[in-house]
């Protein structure tokens, strides 16, 4: 899956290697600077992972906003550049960052690892296609889940990063350390100057899809069920006021006036209200980060109170 920066949500991904005997300095430090980020717009998460097995006391930060220049926001505020500054005596060396324009929420928990690409601009497409062929030898190894990569933000990020997932540390080793990867590896080594790989015991809360061929993240049945009664009722109860009683003054017999109807409604609800009543309720339906039971309830509210405003709106215009 390939992302541009034009869409939806933005991930900053950093790693810091922090000073022996000062993880709890450190700790103390993230906690102030996520006080200070919930005040910026679009903020919407943040996930601190610790140093995992190997990882020479590397810790994770993942920082999620809404639109990619609120995350721009952010990332040149003063206020960030103070906490830099705070936190410089903790770390080895300076940290490093990729930041991911795009993404949704994944179902599904895993290991991720990222990786960055520093590409030529005049080798662009050649590195895609090299990437479709790794996405391939990938899938025939046991616990992948999915994969996405992200191309580089103007003027924020200049890398490109792919973020894979495996549903074990072992299984994501496996790929990492296999003799299928090494080849390919040589083979695109004219494509990139250099690449940097992390590893993250988590798909970053699911809040990429990491899709795997053209399957997609999907809405559960019963809200997609809601949604589709919310746009299939009123436009049946139009058509049948509207074109069904012309056909019946026509003469038109039922079998077929039933499928002028039908017709009618699949186009309608196809390529106008299923699309306006999706994008209204787009944030329930795929919401971003993990919300709550009463998020959910919520918006299933909403869509039965929209249930009872049509009722009264029907029952009042067509009342004898």
Partial sequence: MNRSARGDGATVVTSQKVRPGLDDDYQSWQEKTNRIVRRFDGFEGTELYPPGAGAENEWTVVFRFS??????????????????DEERPLLEEEPTQEVLAGGSRAKESGVTAVISHDVPPE???????????????????????????FRPVAGVQDNWVVAFRFDTREHLDRWLDSGTREK??????????????????????????????????????????????????????????????????????????????????????????MPLVTRVFDRWLAPRGQPGIRFHMLGALVVVACYALLLLIFGLTTAD
């Fill in 123 to 149: 080798r662009a497409e050649d590195f895609q296609r090299w990437q479709e062929k790794v996405l391939k030898a990938q899938q025939s190894f046991p616990g992948f889940m999915g994969s996405e990569m």
């Fill in 184 to 273: 390919l590896l040589d083979e695109g080594r004219g494509l990139f100057t250099s690449y940097d790989v992390r590893k993250v015991g988590s798909p970053f809360s699911g809040w990429f899809r990491f899709e795997e061929g053209t399957e997609k993240g999907i809405p559960p049945n019963w809200k997609q069920a809601m949604t589709v009664l919310l746009a299939l009722y009123p436009t049946v109860m139009v058509l049948n006021l509207t074109v069904g009683f012309e056909l019946n003054n026509l003469g038109v017999t039922a079998w077929f006036g039933l499928f002028i109807g039908n017709v009618c409604s699949v186009a309608l609800l196809t390529w106008v209200l």
């Fill in 67 to 84: 639109r990619l220049e609120q995350l721009t926001a952010w990332l040149d505020s003063g206020a960030r550049r103070e906490l830099l």
